[in-house]
């Protein structure tokens, strides 16, 4: 891609981009592209052992050093989980993300996810996306964009519950930078993430999935996605980094 493009991936919570897109996150970082991660919780109620203002304290600080392995501008939005609703408020507040973000691109969960913060927070950016470029909203703060960005929703954790991806991103030189970044969440790994969901490795998880999708695209390790189907969306450039085939 010569055109140097606007990502904007937007999460509900602090390691969810490290899991389900960093690979692809840090291709575009590395071919010299801007990406912003835009956080929507705190993760105030991730942890068994600590308090929520401790916990959203410690889990700040790891979405900082994610998004510095990354390469991405972290923004925090500052909500608590499981507080992400489809009001007009929340709505207003993701259309001045677009509009301060100005993304060619935006990458955020399904709307299908099982986690209302996640379907929610897919469905607010989504919704955001097309109204960031009209002019006269009342409620929001910044002025209007000059085009509609495109859409594409991440895998949910465990592939499910959602159509099959039709665009993939080989991700194989970019997997180990995906695993550290990952690794920078150091609060979830043997205490909250295990005692709520059982699972041990989470790099075992990310090396099943992205070694699937890489099986189903010719590479050894890729990231999967949904384009929202809207009108227009076509451009005459592709908006995700290649896969290539047979060349890594
Ligand atoms: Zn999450």
Redesign the pocket.
Known sequence: MSKKLTVLCA???P??IELQCAGTLIRYVNEGHKVFMAVACTGNVGSKQHTGPEIEAIRAEEAKRGAEVIGAELIHMDYKDADIWLDHAHWTRYVDLVRQTNPDVILTHDRDDY?H??SNVGELVYRAAIWASTANIPECKLPPIDHIPTVFYFETVGTNRVAPPDHYVDISEEFDQKLHAFSQHVSQHGDFLEKQYGVKDWNDYMSTVNKLRGFQCGCKYAEAFRVVQTWPNHRAYRLLPPVQFGSR
């Open positions: 999460s509900a919570h390691d969810d986690v913060d996640h």
